[in-house]
């Protein structure tokens, strides 16, 4: 069920939680023109001690949507700002896609308020990689309202290298409809102007899990390779035929190693780097 809490930051922001107040909290935070559904299937499959919260960014699903205020660091503080409304003193930050920018930007500014660190499909450096820039400049500069359904359909399954229930992805397109073309323009153009902050990552040395699919569009193997050389307690998994979506195509398994490494934090006797593949099913 859906909540909604006023931030500091002047956003009234949606979200949902699941578990136990006495809980691990654990907060998710989705990709671009997504909301918290992109997290709706992996929240039930956690373990009963976790406690969940899943939002939505400002401009996206029923959050409040400012004139302005769209880069990485205003979405931090707007993260940081709901651990305070929430009273979370410390969390395990989960980010996709654009979240994964919003919890790097979290995480060096305030390292000492994350338990762990998970990035999936998670971009590095300047994020000015070709394919969002050619995405940003032919198609969402010259968007406007309502979105075209069938372009917002287009966009999310370019995300996906494996299909997903026909009924999920109705849910996550008539998210997209949701954000309007300002939001979209603002949001974009936030991230691809994000200068390269991935050395102040170091500031962070606790568990860090790293995410990706091997047939991911958007995210680059580079990126990943970097993030984990240059965060210290990083961990890597790649899910072999996985898209940037992995875990809407696969949520059974993404929650089965998310469950594991929640499990595992505070455990030092694991390696603190290594890699995993997992083979397609």
Known sequence: MERFVALSTGIRMEYVERGPTDGLPVVFLHGVTDSWHSFERVLPLLPTDVRAFALSARGHGESSRPDGGYL??????????????????????????????????????????????????????????????????????????????????????????????????ETIVAETLKVPARVWREAVAGFLSTPDFSGELTRFTGPCLIAWGDKDTFASRESQDRLVATIPGARLIIYEGGGHAFHWEKPARFAADLSAFLGSLGDTSEPSLWEIHFQPR
């Open 72 to 169: 990485i660091a205003d979405m931090s503080g707007d993260l940081r700002a709901f651990m305070d409304a929430l009273e979370l003193d410390r969390a395990v930050v989960v980010g996709h896609s654009m979240g994964t920018m919003v919890a790097q930007r979290f995480v060096a500014d305030h390292p000492e308020r994350v338990v762990g660190l998970v990035l999936m499909g998670a971009f590095a450096t300047l994020y000015q990689h070709p394919v969002m820039t050619d995405f940003y400049q032919s198609s969402i500069v010259t968007l406007v309202d309502p979105i075209d359904a069938a372009f917002a359909r287009e966009w999310q399954q370019s995300t996906l290298a494996r299909p997903i229930p026909a009924d999920y992805l």
